[in-house]
């Protein structure tokens, strides 16, 4: 069997730097490797509330950004998951698979649950959608962060339990754990994953930012008083964060970096990662404002809508005659 990729990126915010880190610079990098489908998770946006024109917009910036950064959609399947109805469809019959309790122990559901006095249902059942999007396309692969592996495990175990009761349906998916630029971390917190959603607007730099602002943010990028360019997350997690961006963003080591930045303090290292990150922004940017709004990308998110449809109907027509549904 082919080497299959599934991955995406939620348009509920402004994608960021960490996010071309941890996640769009990889799917680049892997579409030469893996028959890939990347996809806007648009569904999983609204567990909780989205502006209607916020989403509409944001669902076509993702996708706009997809193919600025170096996606091929000739070459990988590109589309919106609500295009998909069967994604929620199969999301219906693993949720029957699926235990309360489990459900429950998910941190993630835990962190954006707590201190609210209401949360929908689809919060805490998210964990299966995401479930079904994996399974529903034979996915052998998927890159994940650490906060995210929980989610593979679950997958892991409802495609376990559903082959046993059921038959052989579903691949088992393996995850692929990133090492550098995994997880950009704030310019003004280290202990906090970059976020749009951090109130101080210097935490993090969008990956639509000018010049000018991507320059003032890195100057008031948190340091600490040593003026001692070395890598070392232990003891010196915000100057780690900052080399760990320059090395993804430069394509340099860690090591080269660190030599290159020896006895000349922060100022220097801020100053030119600034510039490293404009250079790579720049032509992403420019794509992006060419095709955001144009036929091209309607055109690109339908092939991309029918392609992933294709490849769907096969794995849910398996699964529910496995479970016993009169299909045709």
Known sequence: MNKRMLSGIKPSG????GGYSGSLSQFVANQHD????????????????????????????????????????????????SQVPAHAELSWLLETQAHFGELSRMTQFKDKSEGKDTVSSALFTYPVLMA??????QTTHVPVGDDQKQHIELTR??????????????????????DTGARIMGLDDPSSKMSKSNPNQNSYVSLLDDPAVIRKKFSRAVTDSEMNVRYDWDTKPEVSNLI???????????????????GQGYGALKKELAEVVITKLEPIQKTYHEIVHSEELDNILKDGARRANEAAQDTLLAAKRAMGFVTF
């Open 14 to 17: 402004d994608l960021n730097i």
């Open 34 to 81: 893996y028959e890939c489908y990347f996809f806007i998770p648009d569904l999983h946006a609204v567990t909780v509330y989205q502006d209607p024109k916020e989403l509409h917009q944001r669902s076509r910036d993702i996708a706009a950004l997809y193919i600025a950064a170096g996606i091929d959609p000739k070459k990988a399947v590109i589309f919106l998951q």
């Open 132 to 137: 079904a999007d994996i399974l529903l396309y």
């Open 157 to 178: 175990d409802l495609a376990t339990r559903f082959n046993n009761k059921f038959g052989n349906t579903f691949v088992l998916p393996e995850p692929i754990i990133q």
């Open 244 to 262: 760990e961006i320059y090395s993804v963003f430069s394509g340099d080591s860690i090591e080269t970096i660190e030599k290159r930045y020896e």
